[in-house]
């Protein structure tokens, strides 16, 4: 019986350096289970992308990304609907992919047991034209922020974001949206719209709690205006998902949904995705997982 080939393509960055030293325990161990390893890295982005597809068309037996979200985001983009298994070792922040499919975030032996084992999980992505995501796709507040932060070049790490959110609260206003929910337009104004494919992001706050991952659906949530004091006292709730009983809370499960809102570029998987307008449809059984 041949071996299973695994290709394994590092973000040497992630983590603050996490990926770089996780990757040489995980080839060893992929190696000494008896897995051929391409081990990979890309000089950027973008060489990284056209190595993550380089190997799928020379048909490996997984794709498996040492890092974060981020490269579990440029990951998708190569393996979507080709049946190629992704697999995961996660040295990011946020992790929320890996947490999607209990991929142990603080145990890499585990999380490399996991890519030996070769069970198989199918799920669904959300699409917009030849874009894929797995998590959410942040078009608000949320993704102002994230702007902000990657404008600025201080502080590092977690502290840029939470300056940038504390410095667009003090000016940001309701946006005015138009959505079409497969074949219903709504008008209205929100602090922000969320299309989510799986419920969390941003490292566990459960934006789209609820969603479903292999339901054939995307959730799409809207936080209508409310007072700053309120969004402060709101923004703990993310992380255990009761925001979901604030009044100014709504939410739509459809299979299709644009979302226009005027100088808005949004966020997936926490990466820079594309500007509003955007439609996103479900992409059913679109990825296949390693979990």
Known sequence: MPSREIALLTN?????????KLRRHAVARLRDAGLTVRDLQGRDAGEALDLARQCVADGVDALVVCGGDGMAHLAVQAVAETGTPLGMIPAGTGNDVARYFDIPRKDPAAAVDRVIAGSTRTVDLARSGTAYFVTVLAAGFDAIVNER?????WPKGQ???NIATLVELRVFRPLSYVLQLDDREVSLEAMLVAVGNGPSFGGGLRITEGAVLDDGMLDVVVIKPMSKPDLIRTYPQ???GTHVHHPQYEH????SVTVAAPGIVTYAD?????PLPLTVECAPGALTVLA
Request: charged content about 30%; hydrophobic content about 40%; aromatic content about 10%.
């Open 252 to 255: 739509h499960l459809v299979r």
């Open 270 to 274: 926490g990466e820079r995705f594309a």
């Open 238 to 240: 993310l992380f255990k």
């Open 149 to 153: 932060a990657n404008r600025m070049t």
């Open 159 to 161: 502290m840029r974001y």
């Open 12 to 20: 040497p960055t992630a983590g603050k350096g996490k990926g770089a």
